[in-house]
């Protein structure tokens, strides 16, 4: 079943961090790169604060989105990320449609 990582980015910190930080995250996508179905559009909070940026990736399960996220690759992208801006990254389970 399909897994999806949401990375909500509510500010910018460090914009060069951040470039670092979107180099490496390229680098790090691994043999099975996730699915990417919202790269930084147009965001409107409907509730709670308004947010800078929102990333959704689909990734084949949740085991693939967890060896992604915990792999050596993206976690030194990840120590940028931290420096160069305010974010949640929330992993969820897909919905199931088949009978």
């Not at 949401?6 to 460090?14: E, F, P, T």
């Not at 060069?16 to 409107?44: F, M």
Request: hydrophobic content about 45%; glycine content about 8%.
């Amino acid at each position: 079943m399909a897994a999806y990582v949401i990375l909500i980015r509510n500010r910018i910190v460090d914009q060069g961090k951040l470039d670092t930080y979107a180099a490496l995250a390229r680098k790090a996508r691994g043999s099975e790169p996730p699915k990417p179905l919202a790269y930084y559009g147009e965001a409107v909070a409907f509730e709670g604060p308004e947010v800078n940026g929102v990333v959704i990736l689909e990734f084949q399960s949740m085991d693939a989105a967890k060896a992604w996220y915990h792999s050596p690759a993206y976690q030194e992208a990840k120590a940028h990320r931290l420096l160069g801006a305010d974010c949640r990254v929330i992993l969820t389970d897909g919905v199931s449609l088949a009978a």
